[in-house]
């Protein structure tokens, strides 16, 4: 890591909107402000964790969220004046090398050193602030664990073995240069400080505090992420049983939120489309769709209550960043677009695209018999139907406010509502519960038997089981009055098959939301080979695919290079091998023997 000068600054407090700021800060040397003018009472402390949360809200961060964890899938591809940036442009060739800006990490390191350090000062904090209780403390430290944490587990899942410390670095007297921590030692550690914490944390923050039920670090956010983590860790079981712990907590969510309802509509699609699962309705008639985009994606208050049926964690921005004093989500306004510049940098790929007028044995993405009624093909894509068929090709999830879909003439067709440029207000959502569900789906298929009479009905109930969570999603997604299921379990009778259409789900539903590249190196790692994400890759390659495919035959090469300049810092970090020195221009030069 390189060497950190954490200034606390009064903007922090401003722009994440979380906490109001007084004026007790002046810039001053850090060593000073802690030891005498800073951390002596409650407010000191939720300052630093607005900054915790600001960190994460900035370009440096989301941009390496979003570019990690789906520009090098076969969903991403170059968009309009992508060559303005040559980093991102070698990005989408699969053209990567050390000097790319895009390795920096340090926004990631930054967040995670303002973690340790509330950890290490707010105990002492307690002990002089009568008003700053003992069970605040902890739900605070359980806080700030949860965003460490989250932070390591997205440079793990793209660097794989990464410099881990729970240690506050406060000054440059201190020895940063860390090595690397395995992959697996570095998830081990993420899990058992979860489990440490995760009875401490907040469960419902008060309704007044409308923001904070997604915005914040709650219990369900503990849930859901160490739901991930055991998967990734193959503990198949403890997967499933955070999954169902964020499934009952969203169901009492549900279940309030039918209290205050007048109308059973919605409640009527909740038990009988969705399986019993609280997803958000689709349709807000029989003509009209999208409404589930506008719950989750779009800027309506008025849908708060059910966003939170679905919505588990996501980073807050606004599109009024000059009124609220919030910031407005810089990164989807340049990387997806804004009403100003209908394609942003990148856009989907050919290969997506394509999926949405393909037909017969072509068609893989979106492969249900019905697929022309599936929402998320307008939702995700810039496709207005009708009469007018395609537009021009540009990711809309994010950088659209509202999505409404039509079916009154008998065919569908879409127009949606943009961001302005610099005024988009989406949240970036990290977790959703569909995303939970279908993790959940995953590890069903992976405690599978091999088959056998002897263990046939074992089989088929853990197939049951994950075909009704895949089948709720893809049902939620129709735009259709009367229902038919398009997913028929007949047709998912093995390990294989029903794991592939998981993957294909967790496509089409998370589809923009930095997941895609994610789930193709966990399936990499659980099977040992590069040949599904490869394979995947590929679809979008235009030039260079032997270049390409015989680089990403490397399971060394689906992690990212450390950043050079880190490499010149930190001369404990041994360069990812796929990468060669990194100081090449590119890794054609540690393929060719």
Same mark, same amino acid.
């Given at each position: 890591m390189k060497k950190i000068h954490y200034y606390i600054v009064c903007a922090i407090c401003a722009i994440c909107g979380f906490?109001?700021?007084?004026?007790?800060?002046?810039?001053?040397?850090?060593?000073?402000?802690?030891?005498?003018?800073?951390?002596?009472?409650?407010?000191?402390?939720?300052?630093?964790?607005?900054?915790?949360y600001s960190g994460m809200q900035s370009e440096a961060v989301i941009k390496r969220m979003m570019v990690w964890g789906e520009f090098r899938s076969d969903n991403i591809g170059p968009g309009s004046n992508v060559q303005s940036d040559g980093n991102l442009e070698k990005i989408l060739k699969e053209n990567i090398d050390a000097k790319n800006s895009y390795t920096n990490w340090s926004g990631f390191y930054s967040v995670i050193n303002r973690c340790n350090t509330v950890i290490k000062y707010a105990p002492a904090v307690a002990a002089d602030d009568p008003a700053y209780t003992e069970s605040e403390l902890q739900a605070n430290i359980a806080e700030v664990v949860t965003l460490r944490s989250l932070c390591y587990f997205y440079l793990i899942r793209a660097f794989r073995?990464?410099?881990?410390?729970?240690?506050?670095?406060?000054?440059?007297?201190?020895?940063?240069?860390?090595?690397?921590?395995?992959?697996?030692?570095?998830l081990d550690s993420l899990i058992y400080d979860l489990e440490g914490v995760k009875n401490n944390a907040v469960k419902r923050y008060p309704v007044t505090k409308e923001m904070y039920q997604t915005g914040?670090?709650?219990?369900?956010?503990?849930?859901?992420?160490?739901?991930?983590?055991?998967?990734?860790?193959?503990?198949?079981?403890n997967c499933i049983n955070y999954a169902d712990l964020v499934i009952a907590s969203k169901k009492a969510i549900y279940e309030e939120n039918r209290q205050k309802r007048t109308t059973s509509s919605r409640d009527d699609e909740y038990l009988d489309r969705f399986n019993g699962f609280p997803l958000v309705s689709n349709s807000s008639s029989s003509n009209y769709y999208g409404?589930?985009?506008?719950?989750?994606?779009?800027?309506?208050?008025?849908?708060?209550?059910?966003?939170?049926?679905?919505?588990?964690?996501?980073?807050?921005?606004?599109?009024?960043?000059?009124?609220?004093?919030?910031?407005?989500?810089?990164?989807?306004?340049?990387?997806?677009?804004?009403?100003?510049?209908?394609?942003?940098?990148?856009?989907?790929s050919d290969y997506i695209y394509s999926q949405i007028e393909a037909t017969g044995n072509d068609r893989k993405v979106y492969a249900d018999k019905n697929k022309m009624y599936d929402a998320r093909i307008y939702t995700n894509c810039l496709y207005r139907g009708g009469s007018s068929g395609s537009s021009d090709? =540009?990711?809309? !999830?994010?950088?659209?406010?509202?999505?409404? %879909? #039509?079916?009154?003439?008998?065919?569908?067709? *879409?127009s949606y509502s943009i961001y302005r440029q610099n005024q988009n207000g989406s949240n970036w959502i990290i977790y959703r519960l569909t995303d939970i569900m279908l993790l959940k789906a995953e590890a069903l298929t992976q405690m599978m038997r091999e088959e056998g009479e002897e263990t046939s009905d074992y089989n088929k109930s853990l197939l049951d089981r994950a075909f009704t969570i895949v089948n709720a999603v893809n049902k939620r997604s129709l735009c259709q009055s009367q229902l038919a299921d398009t997913l028929l379990r007949s047709a998912y009778n093995t390990k294989g098959d029903m794991e592939n259409l998981v993957l294909q789900e967790r496509q089409r539903e998370l589809m923009f939301e930095g997941k895609r590249w994610f789930d193709l190196v966990r399936l990499s790692?659980?099977?040992?080979?590069?040949?599904?994400?490869?394979?995947? =890759?590929?679809? !979008?390659?235009?030039?260079?695919?032997?270049? %390409? #495919?015989?680089?990403?035959?490397?399971?060394? *090469?689906?992690?990212?290079?450390?950043?050079?300049?880190?490499?010149k810092v930190n001369l404990n970090l041994v360069q990812n091998p796929a990468f060669g020195s990194g100081e090449d221009e590119s890794y054609q030069k540690t393929t060719k023997k």
């Open positions: 906490t109001s700021c007084s004026d007790f800060l002046e810039i001053k040397p850090q060593n000073e402000i802690i030891l005498e003018d800073f951390w002596n009472e409650k407010a000191d402390v939720e300052a630093i964790i607005a900054g915790c073995d990464v410099p881990f410390s729970r240690e506050a670095f406060i000054d440059d007297s201190q020895t940063m240069d860390l090595p690397a921590t395995k992959f697996d030692d570095v914040r670090v709650t219990q369900d956010v503990i849930y859901a992420l160490l739901c991930e983590l055991y998967l990734w860790k193959k503990d198949y079981q409404d589930a985009y506008t719950v989750l994606f779009g800027r309506d208050r008025n849908y708060t209550d059910e966003a939170n049926q679905e919505i588990i964690f996501q980073l807050v921005f606004d599109d009024d960043p000059e009124g609220s004093g919030m910031i407005a989500n810089a990164a989807v306004n340049s990387f997806y677009g804004n009403s100003q510049s209908t394609t942003g940098l990148v856009a989907p090709k =540009a990711i809309r !999830k994010y950088a659209a406010s509202s999505i409404d %879909i #039509s079916g009154i003439t008998g065919t569908l067709e *879409a790692q659980r099977n040992g080979n590069t040949r599904d994400l490869a394979a995947a =890759a590929l679809q !979008k390659a235009t030039t260079g695919a032997g270049l %390409i #495919s015989n680089h990403l035959a490397k399971m060394d *090469a689906i992690y990212w290079p450390y950043n050079l300049d880190e490499m």
